[in-house]
């Protein structure tokens, strides 16, 4: 690769050279190590006497920042150089509101704790990567899509398939490849949705405790975002606002409380939604993974009025990693839903795509989340038998997914902060709501822990939790 420097400014071209060099080594453009053009390829570059480079580099390298080795060329030298600032000026760009605060911490930015209770991660150890791999590597091989070509922004069309006839028979879904706009991830459904869907100032309702990550997004897009109470049923339509452009739930699995909402409460938020120019999103993230009762229908399933956008991901049946979702869309938001696609990020990587649509059509996703069922279900046994007795905790029936919430009287704040001293994390149940009179308790993931570790975690929150009785 050809070095760039700048030759701005006045001035004699050895000093030029040298300053331009000497500032890019301080900023560490060039860093330790680094083998700089020979002296005669430099010149030609830069259009100048190959004496003017040999003389900055000569210079450079009395003052130490670079050094000659013979028979190999002139490196960058190995000396400390104190970090500068990009501008010196302080920079006028500001973010507009609801940007202030940076990105949440996520777990792939945290360190891994001891005790690892902690929500929404699947245990990468029962995942079967030789079949991954042996699935990517083949679609590379064939170059998939046809290498130096742009994919379509709905996705690959084998994986669109794939999920519609998974999503037959796993969640009795009726839906074709045209129904399916691949994502990454959930989150980006949200956000694709958000953008065909809403202008600045549209009332979002979300559940309340909910996803919080849900009821940033909405609100960053100029939203008015309302919570909206959760009960022993499930969102309570009765509380809707008249004015919700657009409502999120998790009906298969309440995130954060755990329970199903029930097929009455169903049929009531979808006959709410047919008396208004309202839309609802059914995230379905984590309901492969089912302990005891069937599940009841999806909400798309029993939707006659084309109301209901059903959004799911593979990140919590696979891996976070493979970084892919989807989301079922009515045909009036097809086009637009795919031109928000190709306008945000284009297409998704069509190679893991197509692997991934073989994965599923090979039967490998369906024995994986067999087998991972299996397993997470004697974890939830465990882990709801030992909150069950500990004194001050009220467990909240579960039938799915990868974590238990129990509620508490406690500080939970205080309690899950003390745990995390001890190497425990778990979740705070009043971190998912963004009233004051949230609800106390803890959430309790099992996805990532380890399974040998689980009673022993268990018991040192226990005897902190005990404290704070």
């Known amino acids: 690769m050809d070095l760039v420097i700048g030759l701005d400014g006045s001035g004699e071209k050895t ?16 860093p330790a190590g680094h083998r700089l053009p020979p002296t005669r390829v430099l010149a030609a570059d830069l259009g100048l006497a ?29 000396v400390p150089m104190p970090p500068r600032p990009r501008r010196a000026a302080t920079d006028p760009l500001r973010p507009r509101a609801g940007w202030t605060s940076g990105p949440q911490p996520t777990s792939g930015q945290q360190p891994a704790p001891r005790y690892d209770f902690r929500t929404g991660i699947p245990d990468a150890r029962l995942f079967p990567f030789d079949a991954w791999r042996r699935l990517v590597a083949a679609e590379l091989r064939r170059g998939a899509n046809g290498p130096g070509t742009y994919a379509e922004p709905s996705g690959h069309p084998a994986l669109r398939a794939a999920i519609a006839r998974y999503l037959g028979y796993a969640r009795s879904v009726r839906a074709t490849a045209a129904d399916v706009v691949v994502t990454n991830g959930t989150q980006h459904a949200l956000d694709l949705i958000a953008r065909v869907l809403l202008r600045p100032g549209d009332v979002v309702a979300v559940e309340e405790p909910g996803y919080p990550p849900a009821r940033r997004l909405f609100a960053s897009l100029g939203a008015r975002v309302a919570g909206v109470p959760v009960d022993e049923e499930g969102l309570v ?14 009906p298969s699995h309440q995130f954060p409380l755990g329970g199903a909402m029930s097929l009455g409460r169903r049929r009531a938020l979808l006959a709410w939604a047919r008396c208004r120019p309202a839309a609802i999103v059914e995230d379905d993230y984590d309901s492969e993974f089912r302990f005891s009762a069937r599940p009841l229908e999806p909400l798309y399933s029993l939707d006659t009025a084309g109301r209901v956008l059903y959004a799911g991901t593979f990140s919590k049946s696979m891996l976070p990693a493979i970084r892919t979702g989807f989301v079922l ?27 991934l649509a073989r994965f599923i059509d090979e039967g490998q996703l369906a024995r994986h989340v067999r087998r991972a069922g299996k397993e997470y279900a004697r974890r939830h046994a465990r882990i709801v038998a030992a909150l069950g007795a500990m004194p001050g905790l009220r467990v909240l029936p579960s039938a799915a997914g990868l974590h238990v919430t129990a509620l508490a009287e406690a500080d939970s704040a205080a309690v899950v902060a003390e745990a995390a001293g001890s190497g425990v994390a778990l979740d705070d149940l009043a971190a998912y709501a963004s009233s004051s009179t949230a609800q106390t308790g803890f959430v309790v993931g099992f996805g990532a822990t380890d399974p040998a570790l689980i009673d022993e975690g268990l018991a040192i929150f226990a005897a902190v939790l005990a404290r704070h009785a």
């Not at 000093?15 to 060039?30: F, K, Q, S, T």
């Not at 009036?332 to 069509?350: E, F, H, K, N, W």
């Open 15 to 30: 000093v030029l050279v040298y300053r331009a060099l000497r500032e890019a080594i301080v900023d560490g453009r060039l």
């Open 50 to 78: 190959r004496g003017s480079v040999a003389t900055a580099y000569e210079r450079l390298a009395a003052e130490g920042y670079l050094t000659a080795r013979a028979g190999s060329g002139t490196f960058v030298a190995a």
């Open 237 to 250: 339509v009765t509380a809707l606002p008249g004015n919700a452009r657009l409502v999120y739930a998790t």
């Open 329 to 355: 869309v009515p045909p009036g938001l097809r086009d637009a839903v795919a031109a928000a696609r190709q306008l945000g990020d284009g297409y998704g990587a069509p190679a893991q795509q197509a692997a």
